[in-house]
């Protein structure tokens, strides 16, 4: 009688899977460096711009901003349609009363520099409430989305030697003007218009001239001579053979 058959060998148990590695933990992010700003040149400290120095015909437009946004949009308006770069000076009440104004003027291509928090005299104040001033409206136009440094202007224009040392001390340039168009004294009940303000500008053009022009309305008035004249001024240069660009070619 024959004896029990051998079994077939049991099949191997499949294999089973290794347990699955966990994931590497994510990297943290790294906080990015702040984007350097110029540096204020050795050859403007002791200054108060009022040209570039310059043989090219070359001339910089440019806008104080500190009371309204009246005449913004239609600068912003005429600044693109011709393709012209400009500098704009903002205190740092309008920056944060306009934050997405400063955006917008950014946004456009155009240079923005500080003009103080609160468009005091200088002359009356001491270095550290000067320093106080540029640093408290550097953060407002920052937090509007833009970097003014090391581009400024004093209030009015007033200023001394003493305190063109203590903007320089906080890494600022000063820079002011070959002309003041004067559209921010409005019509002069009348007697005034946006051919005045052409004019006036036409008459100091020369190489590395530097324009004032204001954002605002004239308080009294209303008028916007400024951005009236504006696109006249442009023609006209242009016609001259001239070109434009922003104050950053001082650094």
């Known amino acids: 009688m024959p004896g029990p058959q051998p079994s077939e060998p049991a099949a191997p148990a499949p294999p089973q899977p290794e347990p699955a590695q966990p994931a590497p933990p994510a990297p943290e992010p790294q906080p990015q460096p702040e984007p350097q700003a110029p540096v204020l040149p050795e050859a403007l400290r002791g200054l108060d711009v009022e040209r570039i120095a310059t043989s090219q015909k070359l001339v910089a437009l440019t806008f104080d901003a500190g009371a309204n946004d009246a005449g913004l ?20 009440r309008w920056a944060q009363a306009n ?14 520099g500080n003009h103080s928090m609160t ?71 009348g007697a005034r218009g946006p051919g005045f303000v ?10 590395g001239e530097i324009v004032l022009m204001h954002v605002g309305s004239n308080p009294d008035d209303g008028s916007t001579l400024d951005a009236a004249a504006l696109p006249d001024i442009i023609a006209q240069m242009r016609a001259a053979g001239y070109g434009f660009t922003t104050l950053d070619i001082l650094l």
């Not at 997405?100 to 923005?112: E, F, L, M, P, Y």
């Not at 052409?198 to 190489?207: D, G, K």
């Open 73 to 92: 949009a239609s600068i912003l308006s005429t600044l693109a349609a011709n393709h012209v770069p400009a500098t704009f000076f903002l205190t740092g």
């Open 99 to 112: 934050p997405a104004k400063v955006a917008q003027i950014a946004a456009a291509g155009h240079r923005i």
């Open 119 to 189: 468009h005091t005299d200088m002359t009356t104040q001491t270095d550290a409430q000067i320093a106080a001033e540029l640093a408290n409206a550097q953060a407002a136009i920052q937090a509007g989305g833009s970097d003014p440094r090391p581009l400024f202007r004093f209030p009015s224009g007033a200023r001394n030697a003493r305190t063109i040392a203590a903007v320089n001390a906080t890494g600022y340039a000063a820079i002011r003007w070959t002309v003041d168009s004067l559209g921010w004294q409005g019509t002069m009940g």
């Open 198 to 207: 052409t004019q006036r500008v036409l008459a100091a053009l020369q190489p």
